[in-house]
Nanobody, 128 residues
Framework: DVQLQASGGGLVQRGDSLGLSCVYT????????IAWFRQAPGKGREGISC????????YYSDSAKGRFTMSSDSAGNTVYLNVDSLKPEDSAVYYC?????????????????????RGKGTLVTVSS
């Protein structure tokens, strides 16, 4: 049974850094891709980053490049998302997701919200 659970959200201030974690069970890292996406209040879902387990290749959306870093600990069944220089517009629910397809399958628009398995999100609120 595949499950993912994101954690680490909270209330932070503009300019802070924050690390999110996603613990997954029910699959082997090498056989799946795992991604992060977010949804801000009143807005659509936005893909952030993805790692293809078999190649360990990490992809980022254009808006995520520079401030977002995705990493993995396959032995610990955990992936991480570190966000630097947080802005109020980063306030959103952050989700992790997984799929047997490679990250490239989800296209140039980084539609990671369409991955087959999606966990419950963690809320990040950035105060100004």
């Amino acid at each position: 049974d595949v499950q993912l659970q994101a954690s680490g959200g909270g209330l932070v201030q503009r300019g802070d850094s924050l690390g999110l974690s996603c613990v997954y069970t029910g699959f082997t890292f090498d056989e799946y891709s795992i991604a992060w996406f977010r949804q801000a209040p009143g807005k659509g879902r936005e893909g952030i980053s993805c790692i293809t387990g078999s190649s360990r290749t990490t992809y980022y959306s254009d808006s995520a490049k520079g401030r977002f870093t995705m990493s993995s600990d396959s032995a610990g069944n955990t992936v991480y998302l570190n966000v630097d220089s947080l802005k109020p517009e980063d306030s959103a629910v952050y989700y992790c997701a997984a799929d047997q397809a490679d990250c490239e399958y989800f296209g140039a628009d980084h539609e990671y919200d369409s991955m087959y398995y999606r966990g419950k999100g963690t809320l990040v609120t950035v105060s100004s």
